[in-house]
C-alpha cells in the first residue's frame, strides 16, 4: 500500500485492505466452493483466508517528491491466492473437534484450530 496520508498507522492500512470485500463482491460463489476470480479484492482474501496461520507486517514512513508517503506489507504463511484457486468449501463452519485442522493444529471445542504446544525441552 502506498498512500499520502496526514498521520499513517498499520491498523488504517490494513482497515483499508479488508474494506475491499464492502466494494467489490466476490464474483465465482458456487453451490461447492467459492474460487479466487477478481484481483481487486485479493488484500482481503490474503488476510482473512481460513488456513494462514502466521501474520507480519512492516511499515515505514518516507517523503517522496515532496509527499510524506505511507508504506505497509504485510506477508502471511501461504502463498498468495493465484486465479481459479479455491477460497473456501462449503460446510458447516468451523473445524470438526479432533480433527480438520492443518498439521501441528487440532480443533478446539469452539471449532477454531489451534497450535499443538510444542513439548518444554
Known sequence: ?????????ILTAMDSWTNEINEFAMQQVGKNEVRYRDPVIRNWLNLVRPDITKIGCAEITCVENGLN?????????KAPFKLGDVVYEAGNGGCKYGDSCPA????????LCKEIPKPKP
Not at 500500500?1 to 498507522?9: G, R
Not at 508517503?69 to 504463511?77: F, N, P, S
Not at 501441528?104 to 471449532?111: A, E, I, Q, V, W
Open 1 to 9: 500500500m502506498d498512500i499520502d496520508w496526514d498521520e499513517p498507522d
Open 69 to 77: 508517503k505511507y508504506r505497509a506489507y504485510c506477508l502471511v504463511d
Open 104 to 111: 501441528g493444529f487440532k480443533c478446539d471445542r469452539l471449532g
